[in-house]
Nanobody, 121 residues
Framework: QVQLIESGGGLVQAGDSLRLACAPSRNYMMGWFRQAPGKEREFVAG????????EYEDSVLGRFTISRDDAKNTVSLQMNSLKPDDTAVYYCAASVLYNRPKRLFTDYDYWGQGTQVTVSS
C-alpha cells in the first residue's frame, strides 16, 4: 500500500496562484482530482509515467499545469488565475496499471488524503 501525501493547499483570492505537490510519484502515472461540496469527484489533470503526455479538464486548460520531478519523487499542480469555482478538496492519485493519463478515478490505485483549496471572490 502506498500513501500519497499532498501539500500546498490554502485560502487565496480570485486571480491568485497556488502550487500543490504530492509524493511519492516515481513509477506511477499520476493524476489530480477535485471534489467540491455536493459534487462528484472530477478529473483535473494527469501526467504520463514518463512525463511526456499531460491532459487537463477543459475548465482548467491554460490555467493549470501538471508536472513531475522523478529525482524529487514528486508531482506538482501549478494553479494560476484561480477562480471561486476552483474551490474544492484536491486529491492526487497514482496508477500502477496505466502509463498514459486516465480521467476515471477508478483507474487509479492509490490516493492522497486531500488538501483544501479555497478561492474567495
Amino acid at each position: 500500500q502506498v500513501q500519497l501525501i499532498e501539500s500546498g493547499g490554502g485560502l487565496v483570492q480570485a486571480g491568485d496562484s497556488l502550487r500543490l505537490a504530492c509524493a511519492p510519484s516515481r513509477n506511477y502515472m499520476m493524476g489530480w482530482f477535485r471534489q467540491a461540496p455536493g459534487k462528484e469527484r472530477e478529473f483535473v489533470a494527469g501526467i504520463s509515467l514518463r512525463g511526456s503526455i499531460s491532459e487537463y479538464e477543459d475548465s482548467v486548460l491554460g490555467r493549470f499545469t501538471i508536472s513531475r520531478d522523478d529525482a524529487k519523487n514528486t508531482v506538482s499542480l501549478q494553479m494560476n488565475s484561480l477562480k471561486p469555482d476552483d474551490t474544492a478538496v484536491y486529491y492526487c492519485a497514482a496508477s500502477v496499471l496505466y502509463n498514459r493519463p486516465k480521467r476515471l478515478f477508478t483507474d487509479y490505485d492509490y490516493w492522497g488524503q486531500g488538501t483544501q483549496v479555497t478561492v474567495s471572490s
